[in-house]
Each structure stands twice: as C-alpha cells, then as structure tokens.
T-cell receptor, first 117, second 113 residues
Framework: AQSVTQLGSHVSVSEGALVLLRCNYS??????LFWYVQYPNQGLQLLLK??????LVKGINGFEAEFKKSETSFHLTKPSAHMSDAAEYFC???????????????FGKGTHLIIQP | DGGITQSPKYLFRKEGQNVTLSCEQN?????MYWYRQDPGQGLRLIYY???????QKGDIAEGYSVSREKKESFPLTVTSAQKNPTAFYLC????????????FGPGTRLLVL
C-alpha cells in the first residue's frame, strides 16, 4: 500500500522568503508524484508532477520539486513567496501496477501555507 | 471551454434521505473519480471508473453508490447508510491512470439538516 506524509499541517513564511513544503511517500514500486494547490472552497489545481526522467520538476507559479528516491521525498519549493501563494497544498502519489489499471491518487493530509506581510 | 462541472455547489440532506451529486466532464476523459475531503484529512477516494459501465470501490465506498452510463457523466449518490455525510466532495477525471494528471471540478459541499 502506498502512503503520503506531509510534515507540518501549517507553514508560515514571510512574503519574499523561501517556501519549503515537505512530502515523503511510501510505495512498493516507482511512484508517480504530484503536487496540487487548493484555494478556499475550490477544486484542486495541478502545480507539477514527476513521472520519469529529470528529478527536478518545474511547475506553475514559480514552484519546483525534486524527486529524491533515496530519501523517498518530493519536497515543494519556491524561492520567493508571494501573498497569492496562500492556499492549501497537497502531495499525492500514484504508482505503476503490473497489467495497468491503477486506481485513484493517494493524498497527504495537506499543508496550509500562510504568507506573512 | 473544456472542464469539469459539479452541481449543486451546496447541498442539504435531511436524515434518512438519499441525495445525488452531479459530475460532468467534456474533456473526453475515460477515467473519473470521486473524492471526499474533510478538514485535516486530505482527500480520500470513494469510487472510480476507468471506462463506461464499469466502476470500482475506493477506500471509503460504504454508504455511497455511483453509475457510469455515459462517458461524460459520473453521478455520486450519498445514501442514508452514510452516517456522517457532511464533507466537501470533489470529482476528477483523467485520460487514464497512473501518470496521467487528474483534473478536478469545483466541488460540492454537503451539509446535513
């Protein structure tokens, strides 16, 4: 069974500071990894994803994440926080399955990002 | 514009009542999903469908039912057997599974009267 752990239910940073949101996963096979963002009372929007190839993945709004297999991590970063980045962020994992037919994503519990002016 | 629509935005359920949440997509996606979101719990998979006329239970299917009679539609019924239905319900679709991106609708908030 796969699982996702997001360290810190709330993270607060100052505007202009580095954003670091942590995600660790467990999976019995090489994973596909995703970061989604959710604004209040809305659906989820994909920020970025890792499938294969380059382990540093760039996404929308200046975010990036690095897949580190040895650490089973996929942390999300942004060099300079903006007030508009305040939202809930979810890390999710899917995996290959022999014969295909993977089911839905497994999500972490989310991290609420607070931006201090 | 292509996308996923969910209706209604807010839904109220009385005790013992079944209610149905609508999800429609015009992205020509084969796979569709229903998730439940509770505060501090992340999203949990209720049901998913990889193709028309086929669907599978997710992690928390008890008290819910679905149908997939058309490719673009995947309605979710919250039955009276679901004792704690108050939550935010999100529908998603994707071209396939695994590495394919799931696209989410705006959600339906279900409240119990």
């Amino acid at each position: 069974a796969q699982s996702v752990t997001q360290l810190g239910s709330h993270v607060s940073v100052s505007e202009g500071a580095l954003v670091l949101l942590r995600c660790n996963y467990s999976s019995s096979v090489p994973p596909y990894l995703f970061w989604y963002v959710q604004y209040p009372n809305q659906g989820l929007q994909l920020l970025l994803k890792y499938t294969t190839g380059a382990t540093l993945v760039k996404g929308i709004n200046g975010f990036e994440a690095e897949f580190k297999k040895s650490e089973t991590s996929f942390h999300l970063t942004k060099p300079s926080a903006h007030m508009s980045d305040a939202a809930e962020y979810f890390c999710a994992v899917s995996d290959h399955r022999s014969g295909g037919g993977a089911d839905g994503l497994t999500f972490g519990k989310g991290t609420h990002l607070i931006i201090q002016p | 514009d292509g996308g996923i629509t969910q209706s209604p935005k807010y839904l109220f359920r009385k005790e013992g009542q079944n209610v149905t949440l609508s999800c429609e997509q015009n992205l020509n996606h084969d796979a569709m999903y229903w998730y439940r979101q509770d505060p501090g719990q992340g999203l949990r998979l209720i049901y998913y469908s990889q193709i028309v006329n086929d669907f599978q239970k997710g992690d928390i299917a008890e008290g819910y039912s679905v149908s997939r009679e058309k490719k673009e539609s995947f309605p979710l019924t919250v039955t009276s057997a679901q004792k704690n239905p108050t939550a935010f319900y999100l529908c998603a679709s994707s071209r396939g599974q695994g590495k394919e991106t799931q696209y989410f609708g705006p959600g339906t908030r279900l409240l119990v009267l």
